[in-house]
């Protein structure tokens, strides 16, 4: 593997289509201000290096990232890229990661609006993100005490797992489908709308009017935590082990809690039973 160490590239495509290739240490940052850095490579491993210009890694495969930064100015630093891992490394710029699939994340520190988006198979663990549209669908997500801090977060995404997690997010994991939420906090607003099939085992959630309109919903010894509203017009089976503020109109099915504080059925249509647990 060729070695390119303590370098500084500023110009476009600087290089460009490299294949068997380990950049150590440099910099690509200037005054000329040149895109592209990477484009088009393979077999390449990028150690300990300064990214502050934009798309680097674009229509590469094989490449290992470590120790790296990448600033607010590497905007949409990989795209269209496969089997990548990528550890102890700063990604600060918007849009990274669209349209890529087979990606490892260990140890990142994200802070990247519109993260994430159309990607295939990501495992992430140790990890923070601060992201305002979070995994925007993408699927066959596995990740592992993962802390976020978002807003319309894991929209339309599908089949994937989430353990150890914090999020803290409001409108997340709507129209989510076929999706398992363990031992995590989900803090928020108007939590899993329209989501079809996800279940949340042992988790904490919070905030005001979640699950409503889910279809399939499942909840395994969950905590609620100032949640009001909930279930309304959903498909539920869920097992709370403590109060609930309010239940409005759950479709069907059966909603087994610690203690409700009122239950609101003026719908017809609404035909699932809550029932309060002994205590």
């Not at 994200?110 to 990501?122: D, L």
């Amino acid at each position: 593997m060729k070695t390119i160490q303590d370098k500084t590239f500023d110009e476009e495509r600087a290089l460009f289509g490299s294949d068997g290739t380990e950049v150590v240490s440099c910099r690509f940052d200037g005054p000329a201000d040149g895109e592209s850095a990477l484009k088009e490579s393979r077999n390449i491993k990028a150690r300990d290096c300064f990214f502050n210009l934009r798309y680097p890694f674009w229509h590469d495969s094989h490449a290992e990232i470590s120790g790296c930064e990448m600033t607010g100015l590497c905007r949409a630093a990989l795209w269209y890229s496969d089997d990548i891992e990528i550890t102890d490394t700063k990604m600060h710029g918007i849009k990274a990661l669209r349209e890529c699939s087979d990606i490892s994340i260990e140890n990142c520190d994200i802070v990247s609006p519109e993260f994430g988006w159309f990607v295939h198979g990501i495992n992430m663990k140790d990890s923070s993100a601060e992201s305002e549209y979070f995994m925007m669908r993408s699927d066959h997500l596995a990740f592992d005490n993962v802390s976020l801090k978002g807003k319309y977060s894991f929209q339309y995404i599908s089949d994937s797992v989430f353990t150890n997690c914090n999020f803290d997010t409001k409108d997340a994991f709507w129209h989510a489908k076929n999706v398992l939420v363990k031992d995590s906090v989900i803090k928020g607003e108007y939590l899993a709308w329209y989501c079809e099939n996800v279940t949340f085992e042992n988790c904490i959630i919070s905030g005001t009017q979640p699950l409503c309109y889910c279809k399939g919903l499942k909840l395994i010894n969950c905590r609620m935590e100032q949640a009001d509203l909930a279930f309304e017009k959903s498909e539920v089976e869920a097992d709370i082990v403590t109060e609930v503020i309010s239940i409005k109109n759950p479709k069907s099915g059966i909603i087994r809690v610690l203690k409700v504080g009122e239950i609101i059925m003026d719908d017809p249509d609404a035909k699932g039973i809550v029932e309060e647990k002994e205590s």
